[in-house]
């Protein structure tokens, strides 16, 4: 269970240069449950709701992060980063561990 030490949840986004961070995430539509708490954290930690994120809820699926170029969305990083890479897309993880979350 080595690959379990650290927790799997994170955001999804569009790779971008430089490479976004928890830290520079901005102007971006965020599906992810606001009430999750390590959303909580987030929100409270990096001001993201001063940077111009849009939250709306999050439905399980990647088609909204397939169809928009500016979407992130909140995932697991074992789970939909895959499927996203087999349906021909392309995405970074911000792994939520990062922060000092975990």
């Not at 897309?89 to 000092?100: D, R, T």
Request: charge should be negative; hydrophobic fraction near 40%.
């Amino acid at each position: 269970m080595a690959a379990m030490q650290e927790s799997p949840f994170c955001l999804i986004v569009k790779p971008q240069q430089p490479p976004l961070t928890l830290e520079t995430l901005a102007n971006v539509t965020l599906a992810a449950g606001t009430e999750i708490p390590y959303m909580t954290f987030l929100k409270h930690k990096y001001q993201l709701e001063s940077k111009g994120i849009q939250f709306v809820p999050y439905n399980g699926s990647v088609a909204p992060f397939m169809a928009s170029e500016n979407f992130a969305q909140q995932g697991y990083a074992f789970s939909e980063p895959l499927h996203i890479r087999e349906l021909g897309g392309q995405c970074e993880v911000l792994l939520v561990s990062a922060s000092g979350y975990n």
